[in-house]
């Protein structure tokens, strides 16, 4: 979830905002119907309501959209903008929207589920003819010379200062990325795109193998992969969070070489990428060639690479998902279990609160003290 600063970092983000507000001026015609999916804290929605929307549907999960309910009453839009708090994936609207606009990525488009969530939207929402903002997203990657950026991540388990031996947490540093700024000089190998969105036509929210491959143009020493991506958000309208272009709020994704790699002139390079979404994230992997004047078999250096290796995960954490695993409820289970059962009767929230109490006095002395945990299932499952 984004803090209140944070929605006001995109929104200072002149290029970024400026490029959805040209993207919205082009595509909402009066008396249209838009739908904002990821509202926040509204600026979208009220743009769109001052560029002639008849209608706007502002949903968005998080508890900001309280405070986009303020500002559009203060703007004067409160009458012309409905607020939806859940995910856009829950929700049924009464009619359909000619544009839907969107920015629910993070670094990079590929994030949570960013992609399900337009495609349902497109399906669903988008009326025949109806536009999408961005229309879609090029991803790029290069082979990187970042020094500085290898360091910041890798450093810490290499010297620690204290002579212990933090291998252990390096190798699954080195199977996960991070953000981080390249600056146009260090792209080693030039920039190659590995995958186009088309959100238009989007039927899937993995991006399946691709190989790249490079030759060297000069020697140097490779850290590892930046990813970025293009926005083409309108007919000539476009933003990127390219290292060659101004610097945006998303900055850019650094994937780690297990090891840095000296590169010759002539040497080939060949990265396989892949993403794909399991449950809220994706798992990416990145597996790398790297050929001693591109002759097979004269291998420099080869690695293959997984976020699915980059998260500590107990036995107990594992065993417990494995499919042959039996479960028992712990006590915690057995309280919930009673409180969603509770919760499909008809009773109040205190009420419930009190029976939980009784029956789990040890855990809950008073009901109030229960009413916490009750509150928070009903926030999860009731409506």
Not at 44 to 59: H, S
Not at 342 to 349: D, E, I, K, P, T
Request: neutral net charge; proline residues 7%.
């Amino acid at each position: 979830m984004y803090s209140l600063s944070d929605y006001g970092r995109m929104i200072d983000d002149r290029l970024r905002t400026d490029a959805y507000a040209r993207a919205l001026c082009q595509a909402v015609k009066p008396g249209a119907v838009v739908l904002d999916l990821g509202t926040g804290t509204g600026i979208l929605a009220l743009l769109a309501c001052r560029f002639g929307a008849r209608k706007v549907y502002a949903i968005e999960s998080d508890d900001a959209i309280q405070v986009a309910r303020e500002i559009a009453a203060a703007n004067g839009y409160a009458g012309r903008i409905e607020f939806i708090q859940n995910m856009s994936t829950q929700v049924t609207l009464p009619e359909r929207a000619e544009v839907i606009i969107s920015d629910l990525h993070g670094v990079l488009p590929l994030f949570s589920h960013h992609l399900p969530s337009i495609m349902d939207a497109r399906t669903r929402f988008l009326a025949p003819g109806g536009v999408l903002i961005p229309q879609r997203s090029t991803l790029w990657a290069a082979v990187v010379e970042a020094p500085a950026l290898y360091s910041r991540h890798m450093a810490p388990w290499d010297d620690n200062g204290y002579g212990l031996d933090m291998q252990a947490a390096r190798r699954m540093v080195a199977n996960t990325w991070r953000k981080g700024r390249v600056l146009p000089e260090q792209l080693l190998l030039a920039p190659q795109p590995w995958a186009v969105l088309d959100y238009a036509t989007l039927e899937s929210p993995h991006v399946p193998a691709t190989t790249i491959t490079w030759a060297a143009p000069r020697a140097g020493t490779a850290h590892g992969l930046c990813l970025w991506f293009d926005a083409t958000l309108g007919d000539g309208i476009h933003f990127s969070n390219s290292p060659e272009a101004p610097e945006l709020i998303y900055g850019s994704a650094f994937f780690p070489w297990p090891r840095p790699v000296a590169l010759a002139a002539g040497d080939t390079v060949s990265v396989t990428l892949q993403a794909r979404l399991v449950g809220e994230d994706y798992i990416w992997c990145w597996d790398s060639s790297i050929l001693n004047q591109g002759v097979p078999g004269r291998i420099n250096a080869g690695f293959r690479q997984s976020t699915f290796f980059g998260a500590p995960l107990s036995p107990s954490r594992l065993r417990k998902r494995a499919s042959d695993y039996v479960p028992t409820l712990t006590n915690e289970g057995h309280v919930d279990r009673l409180i969603l059962e509770l919760m499909n009767g008809g009773a109040s929230l205190g009420a419930i609160a009190r029976q939980v109490s009784a029956r789990f006095p040890d855990r809950f002395p008073a009901w109030e003290d229960a009413l916490g945990q009750v509150g928070m299932l009903s926030e999860k499952y009731g409506v």
